[in-house]
């Protein structure tokens, strides 16, 4: 069993950055795919970033390279740094990984599936203009 545990949301002014981090708890030994995901009220869930079980990394279009995912695997923490935040970018963000790669797609975008895997609780992140 696994359990992910987000921090770093906020409330920040537009320009502001944030930097969001996922601890996963619990023993980890095959590869996983990982990725945040944001889901604002009334919208639906949206994929943000994710690195893919070969170390390769996806930003979803809307990043538009103000954020960026890492991992640190000894610690077993995936974090997401965001900066120029705007004030779309309000919604609860949480963390997922799946086991030996992401099942949950749309249009051929992949993101780890929770159904097969795990997800955090999520945190805040609030942006005013």
């Known amino acids: 069993q696994v359990n992910l545990v987000e921090t770093g949301g906020g409330s920040v002014q537009a320009g502001g950055s944030l930097r969001l981090s996922c601890q996963a708890y619990?023993?980890?030994?095959?590869?996983?795919?990982m990725g945040w995901f944001r889901q604002a009220p009334g919208k639906e869930r949206e994929g943000v970033a994710r690195i893919e079980t070969d170390g390769a990394i996806v930003y979803a279009d809307f990043v538009k390279d103000r954020f960026s995912i890492s991992q640190d695997k000894e610690k077993n923490i995936l974090d997401l740094q965001m900066t120029s935040l705007e004030p779309e970018d309000t919604a609860l963000y949480f963390c997922?990984?799946?086991?030996?790669?992401?099942?949950?797609?749309?249009?051929?975008?992949?993101?780890?599936?929770?159904?097969?895997?795990?997800r955090g609780q999520g945190t805040q992140v609030t942006v005013s203009s």
């Open positions: 997922a990984m799946e086991r030996m790669g992401c099942t949950r797609c749309r249009d051929g975008d992949c993101y780890p599936n929770e159904d097969f895997g795990y």
């Open positions: 619990g023993k980890i030994v095959a590869s996983y795919c």
